[in-house]
């Protein structure tokens, strides 16, 4: 699959949240959104570099996809977009679909933010946090985050 343009990036972004009902389309969700994907995997891999995770997001089997799909908060949303994507509602089966459906990727991201009740983070140093907190990333990268928080306010100028 080859790597997006930033046009298609935005599309990947919207798309995805229109699968949501309208609470879930907060601005500031959308940077985070981008920003998270920036971090994770450049939105250029789809598949983890010697990893397990899946996706734009980089979920995990065990970790992201099953969290939003247990958690009180996302459970039913994440059932409804597993029913209007047309994937079976089951961990290994969403796992498998997020490295080649990125409107389901997009759907999951903005799920797992929704299960962090603090308010969605505005400024870099609290984009960190929240990032932190919500991905529980193995290896994270502090020195990228500026760059990909930059990127993501700069790609969702376009649209």
């Not at 907060?26 to 891999?45: K, R, T």
Request: charged share 25%; hydrophobic share 40%; glycine share 6%.
């Amino acid at each position: 699959m080859k790597i997006p343009t930033d046009l298609e990036r935005v599309i990947i972004l919207y798309h995805g949240l229109k699968l949501l009902p309208a609470k879930f389309h907060a601005p500031a969700a959308v940077q985070m959104m981008a920003a998270i994907a920036f971090q994770e995997s450049n939105y250029e891999h789809r598949r983890q570099i010697k990893g397990p995770a899946r996706g734009f997001w980089q979920f995990e089997r065990g970790g992201g996809v099953v969290g939003v799909m247990t958690h009180p908060s996302s459970r039913q949303e994440a059932q409804n977009i597993c029913a209007l994507r047309v994937v079976k509602f089951e961990a290994q089966v969403i796992y498998d679909t997020l490295e080649f459906d990125d409107l389901l990727a997009s759907a999951f991201a903005r799920l797992l933010l929704w299960t962090d009740p603090r308010p969605m983070p505005t400024d870099e140093k609290t984009g960190w946090e929240y990032y932190i907190r919500n991905w529980r990333p193995g290896k994270p990268h502090l020195n990228r985050w500026p760059g990909c928080w930059s990127k993501a306010k700069s790609l969702l100028t376009i649209n």
